[in-house]
């Protein structure tokens, strides 16, 4: 038991450093890009110049409150993306998307190179500065959501006919109801 | 005047002999299948008795029928918005303990058991789980037990009375009771169908019946709730609720309903009665005392050449007029007017109507057996069964009402008894048909009609005219060909 508890605090502790100190870093390529004009082009403020379509269509980023509500959940979330595939990773699958489902669209309409820098300098800053909601707080939400939806169904079950005949018999039984 | 044809009834009470021929009659026809087991179309309770389900009068508990508000009439379920923000959570059912858990027993058991010491026994079992129960209800539990301390003394129409009643009531020589069998009522101002959100239920046009659409209905079980009777019922199997039909279908081909049909002591009369929907309103506005009356009045005469004129214009077919002027509910509760709705109170204006019985109420017991009271005319003061539980029964509370339909009852009885027993003089039958205001003819016609009728005379079905309604749409003969029973869905879950 003790050894469980150990493992637990250590296991928390390289979470919490990793949390400080992410392991990222920047590729050269992407140096030049813009995450602004990255931005753009992500969420389709400004059009990819073959036409395909704004990653937004199918990718959420929910540390930026990017397609959060549930709409652009085609694709997975690409919050921390770039901790996951790292520069290289990153420049590698803007150029060449061949998953499944992408292809079909980017096969022809590829990005430009322009276009991947400033989408991967997007991703990367994204990666860097995001904010994922944290547990504690989304505990705290289900909490107050949880409460909510029980304190309506009291109030609205309070006057609810809790069934007729087993109170009155039993009343009669004990004398507490019921007549005679 | 927008006149209408209703198909309606009359139950005599004093005739009824509580043996349920009547409910297994229906449960055989249209109850017999999974998931409405515990359905009673046609239920006979014993009263003073809590019924089915229990204490399916107090409608603090209910919340059935309507209620005035100001100057209009609202569903005690409350309001449109209430309804609808009710709609997933309806508050006001009652459960399956207060109709009862149905059961049945292993009777294979019986059977089959090995040989042994012990004689072999059926368990109960639920009908709903399959599972060993205890049984500690049914749908007519304290049936005969009239004195009973639990369900009889917690009737709500015994709890209105006063102290002294009560103890009058339950006093072991004047124990007394009366059957009350029970179906739907084909109201004209039906609570059920108000509140349904579906509208899966409707009144149907030619003849009141009211039914619900197995198609539309959505299972929200509102009408269970709003029905002031208890009279429309959850089916759980297809996820529909479901009521009494009148047999339509056997109306349709000349029958009589079911419980009609096979009821042993014949109390049943069936007939049209022609109203005026107008009036509808105007008569379940009325204060609680006037609504018998009011009910009444929006009821017309069949043989009224205004009446027959305004009918036909509405497009009442000839023959249904024609069955209107045979109609035994016609004589019952308009002319001879001894015939009440049952808890005119609720105001969905019932279309089936009670002779309240006599019997219990000015018998007595002499040396061990019951027998009629000599002194006909002060028992109603202290009847058996007191006269305003009779009226919270029949007449919203009104007991001028009742002790007028008993007054005329009386006269009936000592009239007969003049003829067939003779011992009482002509001048002490006068005074009763001058007390119940009634003439010597309307008495036999009355005795009659109680007594003396063959099938036909008592239940007297209108042509429905379905050749007729057919013919608009294609030739009859080609319908009877090629339609079958038309098309139809089974009732089930489809969402
Ligand atoms: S008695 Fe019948 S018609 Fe009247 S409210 Fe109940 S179910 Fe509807
Ligand atoms: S069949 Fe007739 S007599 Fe028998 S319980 Fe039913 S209503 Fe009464």
């Known amino acids: ?180 | 005047m927008n006149i209408r044809a209703q198909v309606s009834s009359v139950f005599h009470l004093d005739k009824c002999i509580g043996c349920h021929t009547c409910s297994i009659a229906c449960k055989n026809l249209w109850t017999d299948r999974k998931g409405v087991e515990y359905m009673w179309w046609n239920n006979v309770e014993t009263k003073p008795g809590t019924g089915y389900p229990t204490q399916w009068e107090n409608q603090e508990k209910y919340r059935g029928g309507w209620e005035k508000k100001g100057d209009r009439l609202q569903l005690r379920l409350g309001g449109r918005g209430g309804l609808l923000g009710n709609i997933f959570h309806n508050p006001r059912l009652p459960t399956m303990d207060d109709y009862y858990e149905p059961f049945t027993y292993r009777y294979g058991e019986l059977t089959s058991a090995p040989a042994g010491n012990d004689q072999p026994t059926a368990r109960p079992v639920s009908m709903i789980s399959g599972r060993p129960m205890k049984i500690e209800a049914g749908p007519n539990w304290d049936d005969d037990l009239s004195g009973s301390g639990i369900y009889a003394a917690n009737d709500p129409g015994v709890l209105q009375l006063s102290r002294e009643q009560r103890a009058q009531m339950f006093a072991v020589e004047r124990l007394v009771m009366l059957y009350l069998p029970r179906i739907c009522n084909h109201c004209l101002n039906a609570a059920c169908l108000a509140g349904c959100p579906s509208g899966a239920i409707y009144k149907r046009g030619e003849d009141g019946i009211v039914l619900i659409n197995q198609d539309k209905c959505r299972g929200w079980r509102m009408c269970v709730s709003a029905c002031p009777y208890k009279k429309t019922y959850y089916g759980w199997a297809t996820g529909k609720s479901e009521k009494c039909v009148l047999c339509y279908p056997r109306l349709e081909v000349g029958e009589a309903p079911a419980c009609f049909h096979s009821c042993v002591g014949r109390i049943r009369y069936l007939g049209v009665l022609l109203y005026d929907a107008d009036r509808i309103e105007a008569a379940a506005m009325q204060d609680d005392k006037d609504l018998v009356a009011a009910q009444r009045q929006i009821i017309l005469d069949p043989f009224d050449p205004q009446v027959l004129a305004a009918a036909g214009k509405a497009g009442i077919a000839e023959q249904v007029l024609e069955a209107a002027q045979r109609s035994p509910v016609y004589l019952f509760v308009k002319k001879w007017q001894i015939a009440l709705p049952l808890h005119p109170e609720f105001r969905t204006l019932p279309m089936l109507f009670y002779v309240p019985p006599l019997l219990p109420v000015v018998s007595e017991e002499h040396l061990g057996t019951q027998r009629l009271v000599d002194d006909y005319f002060t028992t109603l003061e202290n009847a058996r069964l007191p006269l305003q539980y009779l009226a919270g029964l029949f007449t919203g509370g009104n007991t001028e009402e009742i002790k007028a339909v008993y007054r005329k009852l009386m006269a009936v009885r000592i009239q007969r008894r003049r003829i067939t027993v003779g011992d009482l003089s002509e001048s002490e039958v006068a005074k009763a048909r001058e007390l119940g205001e009634v003439s010597a003819e309307q008495i036999e016609a009355i005795f009659r009609m109680t007594a003396l009728t063959s099938i036909r005379q008592r239940i007297v079905v209108p042509p429905m005219l379905r050749e007729q309604a057919i013919e608009a749409g294609m030739d009859p003969e080609r319908h009877k060909q090629e339609m079958g029973f038309g098309s139809r869905r089974s009732p089930k879950r489809r969402w």
Request: charged share 15%; net charge neutral.
């Open chain 1, 1 to 180: 038991m003790k050894n469980g508890w150990l493992r637990q605090v250590s296991l928390l502790l390289i979470c919490y450093l990793w949390f400080c100190f992410p392991p990222s870093a920047c590729a050269a390529d992407l140096v030049d890009g813009d995450p602004q004009r990255g931005k753009a082009l992500f969420a389709g403020t400004t059009s990819f110049a073959q036409g395909g379509a704004p990653c937004l269509a199918c990718h959420g980023i929910a540390g930026r409150g990017m397609g959060m509500a549930g709409g652009a959940s085609f694709g997975p979330d690409l919050t921390s993306i770039f901790d996951d595939y790292g520069a290289e990773g990153i420049v590698g699958t803007l150029d060449d998307l061949t998953f499944p489902s992408m292809e079909p669209i980017y096969a022809t309409r590829p990005l430009t190179a322009e276009e991947q820098a400033d989408v991967g300098a997007f991703l990367a800053k994204t990666a860097e500065e995001a904010q994922l909601p944290t547990v504690s707080r989304m505990t705290g939400h289900v909490a107050i959501g949880l409460a909510v939806i029980s304190a309506l169904l009291v109030v609205f079950g309070r006057g609810r006919l809790q069934g007729v005949r087993r109170p009155l018999v039993l009343g009669v039984r004990t004398g507490k109801g019921g007549r005679r």
